[in-house]
C-alpha cells in the first residue's frame, strides 16, 4: 500500500535553523509565525494531507473525472468531501490578506502546507491552487469592487478559479489568442472562444468558478499586446453576493492524460459569455504574469511533492523486498536474502532522490522567503534584491526543480523493479503525475529561455551578479571549516562554471542569439545544481551548527551533512560538462533541415 | 495523427556503408544476404510494420487485454488478424535455422526487422519476441526430441513461447524460487507454482503456448544451482504433433500496467502441470540466460524502437506547429508565427534524439553482426573476440540504450507541449511502454552490476581491455583526417576516462566491493558513451566515404557528419563528470541508516 509521511521534521528544521525566519520576527505576517504557531500549523497540514488527501489519490486516479452530457463534470469519489473538509479546516486562508479574511502568514509557511497537499494529491492541490493563482491576479490588478466581490469567497474555498490561456492553435505564444471580448455598453464585455487545457475548468466542488480569462478586444493589435484580462464567472454575481444567472460557457469536453486524472482538464466554450475586464486594456499580459509566477513556484513545489512521496515508498520498499545479498557478504545470515537496501545501485537512486528533494525543498523555501521579504522587507534595498533573486530562480524552481523531479519520481519507481510497473503498486501515478509539471504553465524550454533570454540580460544582470556574489560568500566562509571545505571548494568551482558559461553567452549571444538559446537548458542546469549546492552548504552549516549546541534529531542532523557531502560529490561536477555543452555553441545544433532529421 | 516510418535508408546505411557485411559474404547465412535481397526483406518488414503494426498500436493501448472468467484472454482488436498476416508472411522464419524452416539469414538482418516491428508496436511485438527467446533456449539446450516437437510450430508462429521466472518473492534473486518439479516416472514431472509478469502468458492468437519454466526439483541445493528448466506446453503434444489434452496450468488473473496493455502479462498458476526437463538438472540458470542475453539485446532494440517512433512524430510536429519566432528574426514573415523547429531547444531535444537513436542502432546492428561473428566466424579466434564484444556490450546495450531511449521519448513528448500529454496525440504512450524496458529482463542496475562485476573481471579483463583498443586504434586512425580529428580527440578522451574509472574499480573494489556497486551505472554510461562515440566515429567516417565517392543521398550523409559533430560536442563530456562521480567512491552513499533516509 502507499503510504506519505508530511516531512514536517524537515520543514521547521529549514524555517528555523536554516532560514531562521525568527530574524523577521519584526516584519508584518511574520509577527504571528511564532515558533510554536508554525509547528502547529505545518503539523495539523501534513495530517490532513496524509489523512484525507492522500486517501483518495489512487483512487482518484483511476476513477478520473466524469463528464455528463449537461457539460456538468463531477470528481472522483472523496473529492467533495474532501474539499469541504479542506474549507472548513480554513486551509485555503493560510496566506491570505487578513483584509479578506485570510490570516495573512508569510508564504514561507504557505508553501510548505502546498507541497504536502500536492505530495498526498496533485490533482486535486489542483483546485485550490488554481484558485490561489486566479485570486492573487484579482488582488494585484483588480478593481475594489472585483476584490470585495470575489476574493472573499475564493479565499474561504466556497469559489474554485481558474487560467484560461490556451487555445488550440496558441499555447505560449499567446499572441496568436482569437477569443474576443467585445463591449457590452454596461461595463461588462462578451466574450467568445474557445480555450483548452482548462485545468479545474469544471466540477462539482464548489458554488462557482470564477474563470480569468485572456481575450482581445475589437481593436486590439494582433499581438501580445493586445491582450486583456477578464473574470468570467460561471455564475454571475448578484449585487447582494448571491448567485445569479447561468453565464454563457460551458465545459465541451474533458481530456484523456497521461496523469492528474482526478483533475478535470477542460476545453472550455465561452459563447458571449458576460466578463469585466480586469486591470487595463491590453495589459492582460502583464495581470497574466502575476498568475504565472505563482502557478511556477506552485508547479516547481507540486515536482518536489511527487518526488517526496514516490522516495518515501522506494524507501519503505528498499526495507522490506528482500532479493540477493550485500556485494560485502550476507547482512542477513538468518534470512533468505538481504533487503534491496543493501544494494549500492539502489542506495545510489535513493540518495539522488533524497539529495534532490530535500535540496529541492530548502531552494522552494528559501524562494518564498524571498517572496515575503521582496513585499515586506524593512528598506527598498531590501524588497529589491529579494525580488530580483526569487525572479532569477522561479525559471529555475520551476524547471530545473520538475526535471529532476520527475527523474527521481521514475528513480523511485525503478527501484521496485516490475512492481514499479503495475498500477496496483501506485508508484506509475507519481511519474505519470510528475509529468505534467515538466510541461505546463510554461513548458521547461520555455523557463529555460525565460531564464537566459529575459532574467540575466534585466538590469544590466544584476539578479546573476548578486547571485554569483551571494555563493562565493558562502563559500569563502565555509571553506576555513574543515568539515564543510570540501563541499565549499567543490560549490565555489561549480560556481565559477556558471560565470564561465554567463560569460559566454556575453560574448557570443550578440553575434548569435541561437548561441543563448541552444545552451539555455544547460544553463538552467547549472544554475540548479548551483542554488542546490548553495542550499547544501547553509544546511550542513545548520545542521552542525544544532550538533555543537547539542540541540535536535542527532540521526536527522548527521544525515543532512552524509547528503551535503553526497551532493558535493555527486551533483556538483555536472556543472563542469554542462559548460562544454553550451561552449559548443548553436552550429551543429541548428545545421539541419526537417527533412535531414529523417532517417527514414 | 501518429505516424511511423522503418527507418530502412538508415539500416541500409549501416549494413552496407558502416558494417560492410559483404565482407563477410564467404560466411555461412551471410552468403543469402546479397545486398539487393537484404534491400527487399527490410523494405518489406518496414512496409508490413507501418501499414499492419502500427495502426493498431494506439488502439490496443487504449482497448488492452481481457481475461475472461475461464482464465482465457481475448487481445485488442485487430491483433489476431495482425498475427496471422504476420505468420503467413513468415516474419519468424527469418533468422530461425533452415533445418527447423527458417530463413537463417544473419541477426544482422534480423534485429532491424524486430526494430521495426518494436517501433510500430512493442506490446504486438513481444509476443513473437518473447517466442524467439524461448526457441532459442531450446535450440541450444533441448533434447534432439524436444526441438522436432516444438521448434518448427514456434518458429512458423503456430505456437508461441514465453519465459517463466519471477515469482512474487523473488525477480532479480531466482536462488528464491519456489516453484517445484517432481519427478513423474515417465519421463515428465509435474511442475507447481506460481509465476508472475509472466509476458504473453496466455492470449489467442496462437493454437499453443510453450512455457519454459525455471523450478526446483525435490533434492535440488537451495540456491541458483538447484535451478532445473522446463518445458511446460499449454496443450499437451502428441506424438504424431498434433494436440492433445489441456495441461494443468491458467492464467489466473493479467496485471493493470503503466503500458504495454495490448500485452497480456499475466499471473500463471502451474498445479501439477506436465513438464519435461530441458538440458541437464540443475543447469537451469545457464539455459536461461540463453534466453536471457538474446532477450536483453531485444529490449535494448525495444528503448531504441520507442525511441525512434516517439522522435519521428517529434519531428513532424515541431514542423507543423507554428508558434513563436525564430530567435534570428521571424522565419516565415507571410505566417503569424513560426514552426517550433526553429527554436534552439525544441532542436536541442531533436538534435539529441538523433544523435542517440541513430548512434544506438549503429550500436544494436553491430552487436547483432558481433552475436553473428561469434557463431561463424572463420577463426577460433574472430568467434571468440565476437563473442567477448557482445558479451560485453550487451549489458550496455540493454541498460544504457533503455536509460537513453526512454529520455528520447520523454523528449518527444515535451516537443508536443501541452498536446504530448493527452493520450490522443500518442507521445504518452512511447513513455509509458518505453518505461518498462529499463525494469524487465533485469533492471538496469543489474545490468549495470553485470557489466562491472562480471564483464569487467571474467577472463582477466580481456574484453574491456579489447575494446580500449578497438577505440584507441579508431581514434589514432581518425585523427589524422581534418573533418574527424574533433570527434576522435574528444572520444580518446571519454575513452581516457573509461579507462581511469576501470583502473579506480580494480585499485578500489577489492578494498570494498560497494566502491564498484556505487560507480556501476555510471560506469555502464561512460562505455555507453564511448561505445556510441565509437559508433558515430565509424558513421562519420562511412558518410564522408560515400560522399567523396559520389555514392548515396547526400542530405542523409551530410545529416550523418553534423551529427557526429553534436555527438562529440554534447554527448562525450559526461564522460568526465561521471568519473568524477565514480572515484567519489561509496562513503557518503552507504552511510545512512534506513530512518535517515526519511526526513519527516
Known amino acids: 500500500m502507499p503510504a506519505y509521511r508530511a516531512p514536517v521534521q524537515d ?223 460561471k455564475f454571475l454575481v448578484n449585487e447582494d453576493g448571491s448567485l445569479g444567472e447561468r453565464n454563457t460557457l460551458s465545459c465541451g469536453s474533458i481530456e484523456h492524460k497521461m496523469g ?89 537512486m535513493l540518495m539522488d532522490g533524497k539529495a534532490t528533494v530535500e535540496g529541492l525543498r530548502a531552494l522552494c523555501l528559501w524562494g518564498a522567503l524571498q517572496v515575503d521579504l521582496s513585499h515586506v522587507a524593512a528598506s527598498e534595498e531590501e524588497r529589491q534584491q529579494a525580488d530580483d533573486l526569487v525572479s532569477l530562480l522561479t525559471p529555475v524552481i520551476k524547471g530545473y526543480g520538475t526535471d529532476k523531479g520527475y527523474e527521481v519520481a521514475t528513480n523511485a519507481q525503478q527501484v521496485f523493479g516490475g512492481h514499479g510497473y503495475i498500477e496496483e503498486q501506485g508508484m506509475s501515478q507519481y511519474v505519470r503525475d510528475a509529468r505534467i509539471t515538466m510541461i505546463y504553465e510554461g513548458a521547461n524550454g520555455v523557463q529555460a529561455m525565460d531564464l537566459v533570454g529575459r532574467k540575466l540580460a534585466q538590469n544590466g544582470g544584476r539578479e546573476i551578479q548578486d547571485f554569483f556574489a551571494i555563493v562565493d560568500g558562502e563559500c569563502a566562509a565555509a571553506k576555513d571549516k574543515p568539515a564543510f571545505a570540501d ?43 548551483v542554488a542546490l549546492g548553495s542550499m547544501w552548504l547553509m544546511m550542513a552549516e545548520a545542521a552542525q551548527k544544532a550538533l555543537d549546541e547539542g540541540r535536535g534529531n542527532k540521526p536527522f542532523l548527521e544525515a543532512k551533512l552524509v547528503t551535503a557531502r553526497y551532493f558535493g560529490e555527486r551533483f556538483l561536477p555536472d556543472a563542469g560538462s554542462l559548460r562544454r555543452k553550451i561552449e559548443a555553441g548553436s552550429e551543429a545544433m541548428m545545421a539541419l533541415t526537417p527533412d535531414q532529421f529523417l532517417a527514414a
Open 11 to 233: 520543514t521547521l528544521f529549514l524555517i528555523n535553523d536554516v532560514l531562521g525566519i525568527e530574524r523577521h520576527a519584526n516584519l508584518p505576517g511574520f509577527a504571528n509565525a511564532t515558533p510554536d504557531m508554525v509547528e502547529a500549523v505545518l503539523t495539523e497540514a501534513g495530517k490532513f494531507c496524509e489523512e484525507v488527501l492522500f486517501p483518495i489519490n489512487q483512487s482518484g486516479d483511476l476513477e478520473g473525472c466524469t463528464r455528463h452530457d449537461d457539460g456538468s463534470v463531477t470528481t472522483p469519489k472523496g473529492f467533495k468531501e474532501a474539499y469541504k473538509a479542506y474549507c472548513d479546516a480554513g486551509w485555503g486562508l493560510l496566506t491570505a490578506p487578513e483584509e479578506f479574511g485570510g490570516q495573512g502568514l508569510p508564504h514561507v509557511i504557505g508553501f510548505p502546507v502546498e507541497e504536502y497537499r500536492n505530495a498526498a494529491n496533485q490533482a486535486f492541490a489542483m483546485y485550490p491552487g488554481l484558485s490561489q493563482g486566479a485570486t492573487a491576479a484579482i488582488l494585484v490588478k483588480g478593481s475594489e469592487e472585483q476584490k470585495a466581490t470575489y476574493v472573499p469567497k475564493m479565499v474561504s474555498g466556497e469559489w474554485t478559479g481558474t487560467m484560461n490561456l490556451t487555445e488550440p492553435h496558441c499555447g505560449t505564444d499567446l499572441g496568436l489568442i482569437r477569443t474576443r471580448a467585445v463591449p457590452n455598453g454596461d461595463g461588462s464585455y462578451a466574450v467568445t472562444g474557445t480555450k483548452i487545457f482548462i485545468s479545474s475548468g469544471e466540477h462539482d466542488l464548489a458554488d462557482n468558478i470564477i474563470h480569468l480569462v485572456l481575450a482581445k478586444t475589437p481593436d486590439a493589435p494582433d499581438s501580445v499586446k493586445g491582450i486583456s484580462l477578464f473574470i468570467v464567472p
Open 487 to 529: 563541499l565549499a571548494v567543490r560549490l565555489e568551482k561549480a560556481n565559477g562554471e556558471l560565470k564561465a558559461a554567463t560569460m559566454w553567452f556575453m560574448q557570443n549571444g550578440m553575434a548569435n542569439p541561437n548561441n543563448v538559446g541552444a545552451g539555455a537548458h544547460h544553463y538552467m542546469h547549472i544554475l540548479g545544481i
Open 260 to 348: 492528474i486524472h482526478a483533475n478535470s482538464t477542460c476545453v472550455m466554450n465561452y459563447d458571449g459569455a458576460k466578463g469585466w475586464m480586469v486591470g487595463e486594456e491590453n495589459k492582460g499580459l502583464a495581470a497574466m504574469f502575476i498568475m504565472m509566477n505563482a502557478a511556477r513556484l506552485g508547479v516547481g513545489i507540486q515536482g518536489l511533492g511527487q518526488a517526496d512521496v514516490a522516495l518515501q515508498n522506494a524507501v519503505h520498499y528498499a526495507q522490506d523486498r528482500r532479493q540477493g545479498r550485500a556485494l560485502t557478504g550476507p547482512q542477513d545470515p538468518e534470512e533468505k536474502a538481504d533487503p534491496l537496501f543493501v544494494h549500492p545501485d539502489v542506495r545510489r
